[in-house]
């Protein structure tokens, strides 16, 4: 880990000791106590149907990054997609809009002899089906339940329409990047002469180069979808799984500590569109933004005694607990695995 990622990681844990701390001083329903007796008393079956559902979070991103790979090399399996998911997570949750995520996760992917623009092109089809996924579950959540929706603050709603926009405008771009390539090139330059003019762009040079890297690398990464058509679905499938793993640990421990079975799928909408909501907030793990989106969501479910308490109890579980256990998979996998980096081919 490089001292900028060092550093990241204890801004973090900095803002997550923050936000508990929050939540728990000015939220008038929290009680430690009580917590604790809900995790003692919880019931043991629904509670361990929520750590095998995060699990199977992590599970799931790596099945996908290894189908990908198994498909590019033409049937050369790769056996560690436990550890180049664990990587993402990890790091995606301690950098500003998930940006270390997909780097630290592509180092495995080359150490284990993978060369780097397959390594990158495999997390770029990841990254497109994680998007078509979360914008599916979401739309889903929000069609099904709006007027739980509506009873949001103007904030919440604002933050889930902000969320939907941007999943809705990256995968405009992609698609537009298989068959409007040369319209994408146009609007990209607009745009960043635009930015440029406005002074909101410095070393313009580097930039607009950076710029037209990221263009051709999903502009291979486009291409590369329509010759593996089988691939792609089983990618999305298996993206849709982990999607649905997330959601459902904040359904499982809100049943666990004996939650209506009733509200049960509103619970699931709350988390599905908190993940829409705080998706692109350039802070670590959407940390904050996520956590506002879940008390607002959660103090509309009839049942819920304690919003404070059961948003601590699903956030802890789905995000703490789960980063925690990515974090040491990651050191396990850096210092265990044999190195065997190579060079592009």
């Given at each position: 880990?490089?001292?900028?990622?060092?550093?990241?990681?204890?801004?973090?844990?900095?803002?997550?000791?923050?936000?508990?701390?929050?939540?728990?001083?000015?939220?008038?329903?929290?009680?430690?106590?009580?917590?604790y007796?809900?995790?003692?008393?919880?019931?043991?079956?629904?509670f361990?149907?929520?750590?095998?559902?995060?699990?199977?979070?992590?599970?799931?991103?790596?099945?996908?990054?290894?189908?990908?790979?198994?498909?590019?090399?033409?049937?050369?399996?790769?056996?560690?997609?436990?550890?180049?998911?664990?990587?993402?997570?990890?790091?995606?949750?301690?950098?500003?809009?998930?940006?270390g995520?997909?780097?630290?996760?592509?180092?495995f992917?080359?150490?284990?002899?993978?060369?780097a623009?397959?390594a990158m092109?495999?997390?770029?089809?990841?990254?497109?089906?994680?998007?078509?996924?979360?914008?599916?579950?979401?739309?889903?959540?929000?069609?099904?339940?709006?007027?739980?929706?509506?009873?949001?603050?103007?904030?919440?709603?604002?933050?889930?329409?902000?969320?939907?926009?941007?999943?809705?405008?990256?995968a405009?771009?992609?698609?537009?990047?298989?068959?409007?390539?040369?319209?994408?090139?146009?609007?990209?330059?607009?745009?960043?002469?635009?930015?440029?003019?406005?002074?909101?762009?410095?070393?313009?040079?580097?930039?607009?180069?950076?710029?037209?890297?990221?263009?051709?690398?999903?502009?291979?990464?486009?291409?590369?979808?329509?010759?593996?058509?089988?691939?792609?679905?089983?990618?999305?499938v298996?993206?849709?799984?982990?999607?649905?793993?997330?959601?459902?640990?904040?359904?499982?421990?809100?049943?666990?500590?004996?939650?209506?079975?009733?509200?049960?799928?509103?619970v699931?909408?709350?988390?599905?569109?908190?993940?829409?909501?705080?998706?692109?907030?350039?802070?670590?793990?959407?940390?904050?933004?996520?956590?506002?989106?879940?008390?607002?969501?959660?103090?509309?479910?009839?049942?819920?005694?304690?919003?404070?308490?059961?948003?601590?109890?699903?956030?802890?579980?789905?995000?703490?607990?789960?980063?925690?256990?990515?974090?040491?998979?990651?050191?396990?996998?850096?210092?265990t695995?044999?190195?065997?980096?190579?060079?592009?081919?």
């Amino acid at each position: 880990m490089n001292k900028k990622k060092l550093l990241w990681l204890l801004v973090s844990i900095v803002i997550a000791v923050l936000i508990i701390w929050t939540i728990a001083s000015q939220c008038s329903s929290f009680s430690l106590k009580e917590l604790y007796i809900d995790i003692l008393t919880a019931n043991k079956c629904w509670f361990m149907l929520g750590i095998i559902s995060m699990l199977g979070f992590i599970y799931f991103e790596g099945k996908a990054i290894c189908v990908i790979i198994k498909e590019l090399l033409h049937g050369r399996p790769r056996k560690h997609g436990v550890l180049y998911a664990a990587s993402d997570i990890f790091f995606s949750s301690i950098t500003p809009s998930a940006t270390g995520g997909q780097p630290a996760s592509a180092y495995f992917i080359m150490r284990d002899g993978v060369s780097a623009s397959v390594a990158m092109i495999t997390l770029l089809i990841n990254l497109v089906m994680y998007t078509f996924s979360l914008m599916i579950t979401g739309a889903v959540s929000l069609i099904l339940h709006f007027d739980l929706y509506k009873e949001y603050s103007v904030l919440g709603r604002i933050l889930v329409i902000i969320g939907f926009l941007i999943l809705i405008l990256c995968a405009i771009a992609f698609i537009m990047l298989v068959f409007k390539e040369s319209l994408t090139y146009y609007i990209a330059n607009k745009i960043f002469n635009i930015l440029v003019k406005i002074h909101l762009i410095r070393n313009v040079e580097k930039r607009y180069l950076k710029m037209t890297y990221l263009l051709e690398e999903y502009r291979s990464c486009a291409q590369m979808l329509l010759k593996y058509k089988k691939m792609l679905v089983n990618v999305f499938v298996l993206n849709l799984f982990q999607r649905i793993c997330q959601i459902s640990v904040s359904m499982f421990m809100y049943l666990a500590v004996g939650g209506d079975k009733s509200y049960a799928s509103s619970v699931w909408a709350v988390q599905s569109l908190a993940l829409v909501g705080s998706n692109g907030m350039p802070v670590p793990g959407a940390m904050g933004v996520i956590d506002y989106l879940l008390l607002e969501g959660f103090s509309h479910i009839n049942g819920i005694d304690s919003v404070a308490n059961m948003e601590l109890l699903v956030r802890g579980v789905s995000f703490y607990i789960c980063v925690g256990l990515c974090g040491i998979i990651t050191l396990w996998g850096y210092f265990t695995k044999p190195r065997i980096i190579i060079k592009d081919r």
